[in-house]
């Protein structure tokens, strides 16, 4: 113990290592007891490799349309198709980024290994529909490929009509991609409703529940209502496009403008399908490393909640310009600023969180400072595009693109960053190179600020958005954009190897590494099987007052009070109440 | 009033040719309380961003502790101060939202007498029509004077965005979008010697006008530009025309005067080059051969050419005027029927000169056929 300070009339808890048969990893062996487990915590690591292989696709993507606009001509994409080249890749950027990465990389991977867990559940409520909808993301992360392949697409990946109805490239295929997808993620959300309301052990009250299961539950009430509004949306979008049925193509008698209320009615609720489950990450990482209880936590828990309903209502906040009647402008523009009163609650909460803590400067750490930084740049720049007038001139420009880069890239990867080095020990066992950890976190955030900084200032000087070249007086600040995001990727880079070297090389990661009083540093790293070898005993998630740093083992253990046991007296040879006590 | 002076504290940074700039020049009478509501809104982000970030990493350093030593306090909440950090910011988002929506509605309440212009938008260009038949793919307006754009679109969805009026609509199909605003600087225009070297250097090169590089029109106006904003398709970034603001009236109908009907003694083949460049051909047909969205008129007229049904068509005078009128009729293989009909926006005479000028664009001037 550090200076031997283990309180007078206590006991160490600490589940120490996990056998090879305990080892969720270890315990069964073959490609087919991975193909066909039910075990949620590998259904969340192949979902790990999944969303990594997209981001990584979408990610070099990105790095082409940023090299392509280092010169206004253009310097990738040449010829007479470079304009046709240029928007397939940025739809496809934008496409895959969306539907296969942001969307599903904190729920679907970091979820479906800890909401269990972190519940103190064997499982989720249904295994076999969570492999059901890891194996649905497969097939439509195949049709996206497929409409990669075929004849790409070049309708950017909102798919607005009636461009997408007439364009001749495989709209239909990525549809499809985005419509199974779709069920994918409803299927997730039902999963997580189902697991958290039935399955929670005795003492796990909803107001024990760590914050990140809280941001996951309000996650999956929007996956559920909403996404379905998307699925008929696009089947809507394919009979258009077959059957000129005269929904939303004005040559056939449709309005446009009625796809946009559609698409939006889901499209923005997922845009907190992307960003609450990062709070929860946020939340949690804060609290743990600045190893203080976190301040405010029904606030937070509530605001989730108040996120997650509220975002239903703004949708049209994306058609200011679209020539809405101007009542019904005016009213999204005001529901839209109630949106940010949730939002900026959680940032003051976290600083709180802060105040007085023992902060400990680890890689999620780091990570979970340069979100709040990054988030609070992308939340308030999001009042400029809220303000109607404003709106006016910075619609479909960079501005807009700087802004939801900072809430999704800055807010949901660096979270996702954060969750994955934060739970990374308990994911597979090792620990990784904090020093790698910290260059990586740091050069990220470096290379993310000299990437969407210039952005601000390109649309606010009336830069437009999906252009593949520009006006050469623009020149200056797409260069210092490029430049940027060639750090931000060698940053990436340095973060994967950091944690796979890990994997080779790095030290077996006691169960509680950084400190966390919730259930998953309960158990070993990595879990059982069964996650808990009995039923875990259920206490405040954010009480660290019994959580004491082993200076010898470099790890953190849980004090619990030595509890006395009866005294081992045989019993009377008869007990009292067999004769009457005559 | 201190509100209307912060756009000037930052006049330095206005400056629209110097790589730093925040604003595009400010030339229409919305410019000034957009950019100032962008300000004002922008320093109240900042008196809540700065305190934020100082907290974020002083705290970070000055409570970073060796592992294992206790938090100095672990309170949990404090009922006043979140009802205060809930409550204090809602009247800044109010503030917000009233001076924004009170603006947008000046946007959208077109003062009476305002001149209407005609605005179509198709796959990638603008023809503007300023009445009497005259269409151009410039904007030209008048200073101090509103205009109300009635925008329509052939085909997809578009954008009017001219960032100097910090104005933009989206053009959507199928129904009339409007726009107003008035602008308050009017184009200067540039010396006659210089737009000679301009017209004989882009002549010697045999290319368009380079508008980038001279930053004056063919006329010789200074502009602003107009960019389509919604992403439309193959050449969504080249779909850019120009705003120029005239002075007086006289000058802007001088400068109409000048696009209107062919006069008799202009010989059909030169006008129908000015059509060809004036009318949003130049975007999809190239004259060098060069394929673009549709097959180049270099060498076309007379040419046999395969359609999409696989009959053979020689690309005559009828094929050629039923191709603009109605040209998703017979199209040639290896192109998309993306091209919108010119009916009743050309006259036969257009026509004609149009195909003239397609004869001198063949190999044999035409004569052959």
Partial sequence: MSSGSLPKGSVIRDPGYPTASENYLTNSKGALSWIFTLDHKRIGVMYLIGVTVSFAFAGLLALLIRLHLFLPEGMIFKGAEANNYYNQVFTLHGAVMVFLFIIPSIPAALGNFLVPVMLGAKDVAFPRLNLTSFYLWCIGAIFFIAALFSTGLDTGWTFYTPYSTTTDTSVIAATMGAFILGFSSIFTGLNFIVTINTMRPPGMTWFRMPLFLWATYSTSIIQVLATPVLGITLLLLIAERTMHIGIFDPEFNGDPVTYQHFFWFYSHPAVYIMILPAFGVISDLISVHSHKRIFGYRFIAYSSIAIALLGFLVWGHHMFTAGMSPLTTIIFSALTFTVSVPSAIKVFNWIATMYKGSISLTTPMCFAIAFIFLFTIGGLTGLHLGTLATDQHLHDTYFVVAHFHYVMVGGTLIAFLGGVFHWWPKLFGKMYSEWGGRLAAVIIFIGFNLTFLPQFVLGSRGMPRRYATYDPEFAFLHQMSTYGALTLGIGLVIALVVLLASLVRGKRAPANPWGGATLEWHCTSPPPFYNFERAPVVGDPYDFSNVEWDQENERYVSTEPERKLAPEESPKSVPAHADGGH | MMLM?????????????????????????????????????????????????????????????????????????????????????????????????????????????????????????????????????????????????????????????????????????????????????????????????????????????????????????????????????????????????????????????????????????????????????????????????????????????????????????????????????????????????????????????????????????????
């Fill in chain 2, 5 to 369: 002076n912060l756009p000037k504290a930052f006049s330095l940074l206005g400056d629209y040719s110097e790589p730093y700039a925040w604003f595009p020049e400010s030339a229409s009478s919305f410019s000034e309380i957009n950019d100032s509501l962008y300000y004002w809104i922008t320093i109240t982000c900042m008196v809540f961003f700065v305190p934020i970030v100082i907290a974020l990493f002083y705290f970070a350093v000055k409570y970073n502790k060796p592992k294992g030593t206790k938090a100095e306090s672990n309170v949990a909440h404090n009922t006043v101060l979140e009802v205060t950090w809930s409550i204090v910011p809602s009247f800044f988002l109010v503030g917000m939202f009233i001076f924004g929506a009170k603006a947008f509605l000046e946007m959208r309440d077109v003062p009476d007498g305002a001149n209407e212009i005609n605005v179509q938008a198709f796959k990638w260009g603008w023809t503007i029509d300023y009445g009497s038949g005259v269409f151009h793919p410039e904007l030209h307006i008048l200073k101090d004077e509103p205009v109300k754009l009635s925008m329509r679109s052939t085909d997809v969805i578009h954008s009017l965005y001219i960032p100097a009026f910090r104005a933009k609509k989206d053009i959507v199909p199928g129904r009339y979008n409007y726009m107003w605003f008035k602008p308050t600087v009017a184009s200067e225009k540039v010396s006659d010697e210089e737009l000679a070297a301009a017209i004989k250097q882009t002549k010697d090169l045999g290319e368009s006008w380079n508008f980038d590089e001279h930053q004056f029109t063919p006329d010789g106006y200074r502009f602003y530009d107009l960019y389509c904003a919604e992403y439309c398709g193959t050449n969504h970034s080249e779909m850019q025309t120009v705003v120029v603001v005239h002075e007086t009236l006289e000058d802007l109908n001088a400068w109409i005067k000048q696009y209107s009907k062919r006069d008799a003694s202009v010989p059909p083949a030169e006008y129908g080059e000015k059509l060809y460049k004036n009318r949003g051909c130049a975007g999809c047909h190239s004259i060098d051969g060069t394929k673009r969205v549709g097959p180049s008129f270099a060498e076309l007229y007379g040419r046999p050419e395969e359609m999409i049904t696989g009959d053979k068509i020689n690309a005559d005078e009828n094929y050629i005027r039923e191709s603009i009128l109605y040209p998703k009729a017979q199209v040639v293989a290896g192109y998309q029927p993306v091209m919108p009909s010119y009916k009743g926006q050309l006259s036969d005479d257009d026509i004609y000169s149009l195909i003239e000028y397609m004869k001198t664009l063949a190999k044999d001037g035409g004569a052959a056929k």
